[in-house]
């Protein structure tokens, strides 16, 4: 079974450039997830989808992110524009969502982002 | 902010067992006591997690103590590719909370 997949890996770009990163969960998850990860950090939550639903976003930085997973699969993350501060380590997980008392969390490998 | 306490580093003799404590003392009832890690460069991967009882998947153990204010990763038998940050939460499934983890090191 294929894992979370995510793309592109690595992504260098200069300070106020737009950026975008793609994430294709575990096929039947319905629950997706976007962190980010600083260096020497654990991963924090940015936004969590039930299906196509965003239904935690609390943590969105809303004036330059932005995120959808149209038709409840697919998931994109979009920064515009970036800042020299959003050099992190953005990850993607997904979950079942059938289950949440005993259900777990999947992780892609993460993409890289460097801001100049 | 992370529920839960842990060591910021341990170091583990190779083939020995390596156990990793955790203090989660504000645990609600429902929650559970999950262990992830992440090796360098990858994402966090899912070891094991438990409610109240101790469970043994093929990866390792988790205990938690009876009041479930604690538990206890073991890895019975650690080898350098054990090497990574291990990460101990308490939660739902769609509310984790990382805190900075325990970096373990397996040494040879």
């Known amino acids: 079974e294929a894992g979370v997949v995510q793309s592109p890996r690595y992504k260098i770009i200069e300070k106020k450039q737009p950026v975008a990163f793609w994430c294709n969960p575990i096929?039947?998850?319905?629950?997706l997830y976007w962190y980010l990860q600083n260096l020497g950090q654990g991963p924090e939550l940015l936004i969590r989808?039930?299906?196509?639903?965003?239904?935690?976003d609390s943590q969105l930085p809303k004036d330059r992110f932005s995120a959808e997973r149209l038709k409840g699969v697919d998931s994109t993350l979009k920064i515009q524009p970036a800042e020299l501060g959003d050099s992190a380590v953005y990850l993607c997980?997904?979950?079942?969502?059938?289950?949440?008392?005993?259900?777990?969390?999947?992780f892609g490998p993460g993409t890289r982002l460097t801001v100049l | 902010d992370a529920k839960t306490t842990q060591p910021p580093s341990m170091d583990c003799a190779e083939g020995r067992a390596a156990n990793l404590p955790c203090n989660h003392s504000?645990?609600?009832?429902?929650?559970?006591v999950y262990w992830y890690r992440q090796i360098h460069s990858q994402g966090p991967q899912y070891i094991i997690h438990?409610?109240?009882n101790n469970e043994t998947n093929e990866m390792a153990s988790l205990i938690i103590t009876e009041d479930r204010k604690s538990s206890t990763l073991i890895l019975p038998h650690a080898t350098l590719r054990d090497t990574a940050v291990y990460y101990c939460?308490?939660?739902?499934?769609?509310?984790?909370?990382f805190g900075a983890g325990t970096r373990l090191t397996v040494k040879p």
């Open positions: 096929s039947g998850h319905n629950t």
């Open positions: 989808y039930e299906n196509e639903e965003a239904v935690d």
């Open positions: 997980a997904s979950s079942l969502g059938t289950a949440p008392f005993t259900d777990t969390q999947y």
């Open positions: 939460i308490v939660a739902l499934v769609n509310d984790m909370r």
């Open positions: 504000t645990i609600s009832g429902n929650e559970y």
């Open positions: 438990g409610l109240k």
